[in-house]
């Protein structure tokens, strides 16, 4: 078995809100990042396969790199993820975003391929998601 990572980057804005709370309870919970701001986010997405005897390939990137290009940087690129219909719901979180773009490529790869998805929104933050079974 043999993983490949790769890299892709989007940007946009957000703003850290859970809408079960009052606008003082979040900007409490939240601080600075309740205000709207944005990121330049790298996504890593992991995958993993059994190298190919005639291609010596464990994976089809151009599948990878569709699905990714398809099911989230189309969606999210120059966005404000609250406005994203694919993360109603979700807490713009890098926890949050992980698991979501986890939901979004898992049925997009090759059954049991995906291994990680890796949101790297500062250079001090970087938040990894590895499914449900992890």
């Known amino acids: 078995m043999v993983e490949l990572t790769r890299v892709y ?11 079960a709370l009052s606008d ?3 900007a409490a919970l939240y601080g600075p990042c309740h205000r709207p701001h944005g990121h330049n986010y790298y996504l890593e997405v992991t995958v993993a396969g059994v190298p190919d005897q005639l291609t010596g390939m464990s994976v089809d990137l151009g599948q ?7 099911r989230v940087l189309s969606r999210v690129d120059h966005q404000t993820l609250e406005e994203v219909p694919e993360l109603a719901g979700v807490v713009t979180t ?13 049925p997009a790869v ?14 001090k933050n970087r938040f990894q998601y590895e499914g449900e079974a992890s």
């Open 94 to 106: 890098g926890e949050g975003l992980a698991r979501a773009f986890w939901r979004l490529l898992a």
């Open 9 to 19: 980057h989007f940007s946009a804005g957000h703003r850290l809100e859970n809408p």
């Open 64 to 70: 990878i790199d569709g699905a990714v290009t398809e």
């Open 24 to 26: 003082r309870a979040n």
């Open 110 to 123: 090759p059954a049991g391929a995906l291994r990680r998805v890796t949101v790297v929104e500062t250079a």
